[in-house]
């Protein structure tokens, strides 16, 4: 067993230390505090430790408003009282950017918060068929803790969890299923269906925008920030022609459309392309078109921009980021504008730096606070053609 003082919180939620054995990563802990460990692996060739004890406390660590906390692997940050959370975030977003991105960047960034719970619109349901029960896995394993009601979700969810973890519906529609991939909008849509409780679609309304999503489809998952996230960008960003890359259902395709006279949205998936034809028609949005295409294989790319240079360029990549080729290949179409969104501060410094050496200015950013209680973030930025 060894003692540590947690110097600060770092991407991947854990709290760093550095004692006579070098650098510790130890997970459930606040910037502050001193505490006891044993080591518990590695990740990334970096030690992990297991609290034992805390030996001094912090200030910012409070009582979990969750029984599940501990247990469930779900909330990684209930411990830490909002404000602090949200002062976090911002200065590890910064980190990732000054130590991977080197480059010059504005001076701070604005963190845009809502309310921390009962936020969460979207979620995958773990079920354990074997001992009829709902929930998410316990830490560090694939096994279920029954959870009848998660303080992030929003009402028609926990009603869910609820009535699956009292009736018989494991036991008969769910026998099979190990997961549940669930949605609230409008209604309950969930992947897969389940008859009496759940609809294989739903309607989400952002403001004057109305969203026809399946129980199975990504959808941003914080009802309170969806309008600030979509809209955002607007007024900073417009032109004649916009790609938008790695688009799913036309989320900010649709979001921004009174900003463009055309907008292209690109995605691999075909039910994503589809989801997105659907949503631009029940917006009344002929100025939007979706095509099936892998934007990392970048040869349709080129035939969507032989014609015309788009102004802007929205980007909203997995947690990888963009791969290397994406990055040289939107540099050298050099539209006027980019607009990144991004939920991996590491990925999203590393592409910025290439898009500044490429000849762009960073001009405006925010971080939003979409997983309260969690260590996740997403960010947004423009990038305007020097």
Request: glycine share 10%; net charge neutral; aromatic share 8%.
């Amino acid at each position: 067993m060894s003692t540590v003082r947690i110097d600060k919180l770092v991407f991947g939620g854990y709290g760093l230390g550095r004692g006579g054995d070098g650098v510790v990563l130890i997970p459930g802990t606040v910037s502050g505090e001193l505490v006891e460990y044993v080591d518990d692996g590695a990740k990334g060739g970096t030690r992990v430790g297991r609290v034992v004890d805390i030996v001094e406390k912090s200030p910012h660590r409070r009582v979990p408003p969750c029984q599940y906390a501990g247990e469930c692997g779900g909330c990684d940050w209930i411990h830490i009282a909002y404000d602090e959370q949200v002062r976090c975030k911002r200065e590890i977003f910064l980190d990732c950017v000054d130590r991977i991105g080197k480059f010059e960047r504005l001076d701070d960034v604005e963190v845009i918060t809502a309310d921390e719970f009962g936020y969460r619109m979207r979620a995958q349901l773990k079920i354990d068929p074997q001992n009829r029960r709902a929930g998410f896995f316990k830490r560090k394993t694939n096994d279920v803790v029954r959870v009848d009601r998660c303080p992030l979700l929003v009402d028609g969810i926990n009603e869910m969890l609820s009535r699956l973890n009292s009736g018989k519906i494991i036991n008969t529609v769910l026998k099979d299923v190990k997961d549940l991939r669930v949605l609230m909008g409008e209604r309950a849509a969930s992947s897969p269906c389940i008859g009496g409780l759940t609809n294989a679609n739903t309607e989400i309304v952002v403001g004057d925008v109305r969203f026809l999503a399946g129980g199975g489809s990504f959808f941003q998952s914080n009802r309170f920030l969806l309008e600030a996230l979509g809209r955002w960008a607007h007024g900073h960003v417009g032109g004649d022609y916009c790609l938008d890359l790695y688009g799913g259902i036309g989320f900010f395709s649709l979001m921004l459309a009174d900003d463009f006279g055309t907008v292209a949205l690109v995605e691999n998936v075909k039910a994503q392309v589809l989801a997105a034809e659907r949503n631009f028609k029940h917006n009344g949005k002929d100025h939007l078109k979706a095509v099936l295409a892998d934007v990392e294989k970048g040869a349709y790319l080129d035939k969507l921009i032989k014609s015309k240079r788009p102004d802007c360029i929205i980007v909203d990549p997995p947690r990888p980021g963009l791969v290397k080729s994406v990055r040289k290949w939107l540099v050298d179409t050099a539209p006027g504008k980019i607009l990144y969104v991004s939920c991996n501060p590491s990925t999203f410094a590393r592409d910025a730096a290439a898009l500044v050496d490429g000849g762009y200015e960073l001009t405006r950013w925010a971080v939003f606070d979409l997983y309260p209680n969690t260590h996740h973030m997403e960010s947004a930025a423009v990038f305007c053609l020097r």
